[in-house]
Structures are given as structure tokens and as C-alpha cells.
């Protein structure tokens, strides 16, 4: 598998996919997943699962594959337009397009729409990497191309992948689940060199309150683990985070792969 951050800005246009945009559609992610997390089926059952599963995965990976490294933005979806936090990613979102990275989002309203059109604004690429679900899950109208999956692990495998920073702006359970997923990963060294910056000093400082005095007072997490989550207000400090870490692993860069035409890759 290749790494996340193996790949270097590229030039390559992304084509809309307005056809496919239809296909965003409701459930609790399709209905066969509250099955799928309810207990053991048939063997055929199970062994037709990992096929979706399967398809799934190989689907995301044809279509990212040559997105060019990406800086996600998560948030909440219902900050709307004029909105303090929608209007900050919407500036992250035009400073990472300026750096020359994709902008990669879950595709929908608020913070996702925000970052999305700030890098439509600055002339660089938006791509949505959507979970279906029975709310928000509309496409935003900034993004070049998307993906949508079933499955949330999925979908996270392709968020951390083509991924080689994070920026995680105030949001729900969601953007909490997707914030600790990253940094357990980088914790554990399953990822390096891979900054995480919160940004909202108002919104996470609690949160980093409750890290600091209850887990690490309780001996859960280490000193150093403090240091993975930088909290500020500023995008231009935001990206200095992420440009200085990004640096340190400049060695570690590969040549973007080609594309073979006779793989169906246009």
C-alpha cells in the first residue's frame, strides 16, 4: 500500500463527475451495514460482505490514486455561510490550494463546503470523500470529484492514505471520531510525520483542558503526546505547523505514480 505521503503536488486536472453526484443517497450507510455491525450472518452471507467490502476499497483507490497528496479539513456540517468557523476553513481552504496540495473534505455543507470553496477560489483542487448517511449528506457545489462509501472505516482508510496533514476544525461526534482516529495513529506510529492542527481555541481548548489534567494526570497518555494536537485561531500559523512538519519529511517523498492507459486510468 502506498503511503500517504508518498506523492508530491501534481497538475493534473480533475474532472467533475456530475453524473455520479446522483448517487448520494440516504440509509444508515446503505442497509445492509446495520446488519453487517449486528452479529455474525451466514458464511455466504459474510463472504458476499467482504466482496462489498472489497469493492469498495478498490474503488476508492482507483479513483484517489492520482488526486495528488491531499490536506483534509474536517468540521461539522451545519455552520452555514457567514459563520466565524465556516469562514475560517474557507480561508484554510484557499492557503492549502495556494500550497499547492489538494483539498480534501467529506463533500458536504458547512465545514466541508467551506474548505471546498476556498480552494475552488484559489484555483486548486477540491475532492469530497463522502459516508452515506440519512442527513448531510448532500454534495456541496465546489467539489471536482468525489467518492462516496458505506462503510466508515472505509472511508477513513482513504481520508488518512491520500492524506498528509490534518486540519480539524469545531464539529460533532463525527469530527471527533475522525480527530482521535488520527491521532492514535500517529501515537502509535502506524503514521509519521503527519501533523494534526486543531483549529478554534475557544471550541477544543475544554477538550485539551480534559487531556491535560485528566489523562495525562492519570498517567493514560504521555507528556509528549500533548504536542500532537497544536490549537490555534491563526491560518497562517496553521500552515506554518504543517509546512515545518511537512518538511521534515520531504526525504520520504516519491514520484507521483502514472497512469496506464490500459488500466482504464484517463
Known amino acids: ?23 448520494w443517497r440516504g440509509g444508515m450507510g446503505g442497509a445492509d451495514v446495520p446488519d453487517f455491525l449486528s452479529g455474525p450472518r451466514s458464511r455466504r452471507a459474510e463472504a458476499w460482505r467482504i466482496v462489498r467490502i472489497a ?5 476508492g483507490f482507483r479513483r484517489l490514486h492520482f488526486v495528488g497528496p491531499c490536506i483534509t479539513v474536517f468540521g461539522s456540517a451545519r455552520f452555514k455561510e ?58 456541496n457545489p465546489y467539489l471536482d470529484t468525489f467518492v462516496d462509501f458505506h462503510y466508515f472505516f472505509v472511508r ?7 492524506s498528509h496533514a490534518f486540519v480539524v476544525m469545531p464539529g460533532g461526534f463525527g469530527t471527533l471520531d475522525e480527530l482521535f482516529e488520527a491521532a492514535t495513529l500517529v501515537q502509535t506510529g502506524k503514521i509519521t510525520n503527519f501533523p494534526i492542527v486543531l483549529m478554534g481555541v475557544d471550541y477544543w481548548k475544554p477538550l485539551l483542558d480534559f487531556i491535560r489534567d485528566r489523562q495525562l494526570a492519570a498517567g493514560t497518555i504521555s507528556p509528549e503526546d500533548l504536542n500532537l494536537l497544536p490549537l490555534t485561531d491563526d491560518p497562517d500559523e496553521a500552515m506554518s505547523i504543517i509546512r515545518r512538519e511537512l518538511q521534515r519529511a520531504a526525504a520520504a517523498y516519491k514520484p507521483p505514480p502514472r497512469k496506464r492507459w490500459w488500466l482504464g486510468e484517463h
Request: a neutral charge.
Open 55 to 59: 469493492a469498495e476499497l478498490i474503488r
Open 1 to 23: 500500500m502506498q503511503d500517504s505521503r508518498s506523492s508530491i503536488p501534481i497538475d493534473e486536472p480533475i474532472q467533475a463527475e456530475s453524473a455520479e453526484s446522483s448517487r
Open 82 to 139: 457567514g459563520h466565524l468557523h465556516y469562514e475560517l476553513a474557507r480561508e484554510m481552504g484557499r492557503q492549502i490550494a495556494g500550497m499547492g496540495f489538494t483539498v480534501m473534505t467529506g463533500g458536504g455543507p458547512g465545514i466541508m463546503e467551506a474548505a471546498n470553496r476556498g480552494a475552488r477560489e484559489a484555483g486548486g483542487r477540491s475532492i469530497g470523500c463522502n459516508i452515506v448517511l440519512p442527513m448531510e449528506q448532500k454534495p
Open 156 to 162: 477513513k482508510v482513504m481520508l488518512v492514505k491520500y
